[in-house]
C-alpha cells in the first residue's frame, strides 16, 4: 500500500516524536538508565547497532549501557530531523559531537507508537573524522540542538 502523502509530518505526530527523543536525549546525557531502557521495545527484536558494538534485545541493550562511560553534558546536536509517517511510525536522526571534537556522530533511530507509547525498535550509531565526511545539500527541517 503506498504511503499517504497528507500522513507525512503530521505536525501533532512530529511534536510527539520530537518531544519523545528530547526526553531521550536528557535520560542519555543525564546517564537515567532505568529512562533509558524504558524508552526502548521490550521486544528481543529490538536491535541496537552502535559504534564498535551490536545489541539484540532489551536485556542487551540495558546490560551495555551499565558498563560504558556516560556520554556526557558536553555532547551536542545538529541537524536533528524527524519524520513521521502516519500516526505510528517515525524516522529520527541527528549528527553529534563535543566542543573542539573533530569527530562527527550520527545517530538514526526507528520510532514505533506502542501500546505503551512511542519506543524504539530500531537505533543505529557511528562516528567518523570530520575531515572524511562529504557534505552534500542540508537536512530538510533540521533543528539544530545543545541537548
Sequence with gaps: MPIDRAAVDRPDVVAEVS?????????L?????????????TDPRVVRFGIREVQYGPDAIAAWRRHMPP???DRTLRNTVVTAFG???????TE????????????SQTWARLDDGWRIVHAHVSTVPD?????AGSPPAAQDSDA
Design 19 to 27: 518531544a519523545a527523543f528530547a526526553a531521550y536525549e536528557k535520560a
Design 29 to 41: 546525557v543525564d546517564e537515567d538508565l532505568d529512562e533509558l531502557d524504558r524508552w526502548f521495545w
Design 71 to 73: 556520554v556526557g553534558h
Design 87 to 93: 500516526d505510528d511510525l517515525a524516522i529520527v536522526v
Design 96 to 107: 553529534f559531537g563535543r566542543p573542539g571534537s573533530a569527530i562527527v556522530g550520527r545517530q
Design 131 to 135: 575531515v572524511e565526511v562529504e557534505w
